[in-house]
């Protein structure tokens, strides 16, 4: 079945610099990749996804670009605030629809 | 509704006991699907429907734990015979059908704590 590994587990940036978290799957027929969001206590929320065949995808502040040759896909966030500040979770649907995320990243965004 | 609706949004009971959680998707969502996050941890996956069948249960920890949906709304997540490792927070969601591209949006979860 698909597996996800995500990093960094923890990262801590400056107000205003750009943020990266990375992905590798398993599964090549895996064909959706979406991002979450979640804040201490609350439902994870999407922030953006990306589909098989496109690359890359923006949405203001967030980016994510899928490299599919190497199985990899990543979120970049830039000009961070500091209500970035919370656990992103990145996922992939496989062949079988089942969507499977990552451990999660706690991003934290000192003022 | 307006969201993906859960309760009890928390339960203590007690080791040995049964505990029905229950996942109401929103009006329309014929996928639905089950998570379990224990604290500080990721999302595991347990099961998902579309429709009433559930394709894939491959994800559910034991025998313990089973799932049913009945007229392509509602869902039930029972878990027999509780231990204090099934502690947890239960999330459900759900997407207007499977497949690439379709939102998937979560309830606020079920906490549940066996003691």
């Known amino acids: 079945g698909e597996n996800v590994e995500q990093h960094p587990s923890t990262l801590s940036v400056q107000e205003g610099d750009s943020a990266v978290i990375k992905c590798t799957y398993s599964d090549s027929a895996s064909n959706y990749f979406p991002w979450y969001k979640q804040e201490l206590g609350k439902r994870p929320q999407l922030i953006i996804d990306i589909r098989s065949n496109v690359g890359e995808k923006k949405d203001q502040r967030i980016a994510v670009t899928l490299n599919k040759t190497a199985k990899h896909f990543s979120l970049h966030i830039t000009e961070t605030q500091p209500e970035d500040s919370a656990v992103y979770f990145c996922?992939?649907?496989?062949?079988?629809?089942?969507?499977?995320f990552g451990s999660g990243t706690r991003l934290l965004v000192r003022p | 509704g307006a969201g993906v609706s859960q309760s009890p949004s928390n339960k203590v009971t007690e080791k040995g006991k049964d505990v029905e959680l229950r996942c109401d998707p929103i009006?329309?969502?014929?996928?639905l699907y089950w998570y379990r996050q224990s604290l500080g941890q990721g999302l595991e996956f347990l099961i998902y429907?579309?429709?009433?069948?559930?394709?894939?249960k491959s994800g559910l920890p034991s025998d313990r734990f089973s799932a049913e949906r009945t007229g392509g709304s509602v869902s039930t997540l029972t878990i027999q015979r509780t231990q204090q490792e099934d502690s947890a927070v239960y999330l459900c969601a759900s997407s207007l059908s499977r497949g690439a591209g379709n939102t998937i949006y979560f309830g606020e979860g079920s906490w549940l704590t066996v003691v």
């Open positions: 429907f579309q429709g009433n069948s559930a394709p894939d």
């Open positions: 009006s329309g969502h014929t996928a």
């Open positions: 996922a992939a649907m496989d062949s079988s629809y089942k969507l499977i």
